[in-house]
């Protein structure tokens, strides 16, 4: 397993962006997922990255949010832009000793950091 070290988290106004790091040695073998647990729900899975560097998102965040990895830096980014109340929760990234794909489902992935909280309010 990692040791998943996230950054970013804050408090926010809608319509404000935020940016979420996610880093550890060798995370640039392992498909990586962001996840959030928002007050009420169930933790939803919000994008993920192959280490190919496909990419998915879920529908809620889709053009909005953009995922990208920098291999150099071991590190996993989550641009979150025209954040909404909704976006409130906190969020975890994950990662996965996985060759191709990646996954919105959070079984799969076994490696988890302790989660940046993300406050989008005026």
């Known amino acids: 397993q990692l040791q998943l070290v996230e950054s970013g988290g804050g408090l926010v106004q809608p319509g404000g962006s935020l940016r979420l790091s996610c880093a550890a040695s060798g995370l640039n073998f392992h498909a990586v997922g962001w996840f959030r647990r928002v007050p009420g729900k169930d933790r939803e899975g919000v994008s993920c990255?192959?280490?190919?560097?496909?990419?998915y998102y879920a529908d809620s965040v889709k053009g909005r949010f953009t995922i990208s990895r920098d291999n150099a830096k071991s590190t996993v980014f989550l641009q979150m832009n025209n954040l909404k109340p909704e976006d409130t929760g906190i969020y975890y990234c994950?990662?996965?000793?996985?060759?191709?794909?990646?996954?919105?489902?959070?079984?799969?992935?076994?490696?988890w950091g302790q989660g940046t909280q993300v406050v989008v309010s005026s």
């Open positions: 990255v192959s280490v190919g560097r496909s990419t």
């Open positions: 994950a990662a996965e000793d996985r060759a191709f794909s990646c996954s919105l489902s959070s079984p799969t992935y076994d490696s």
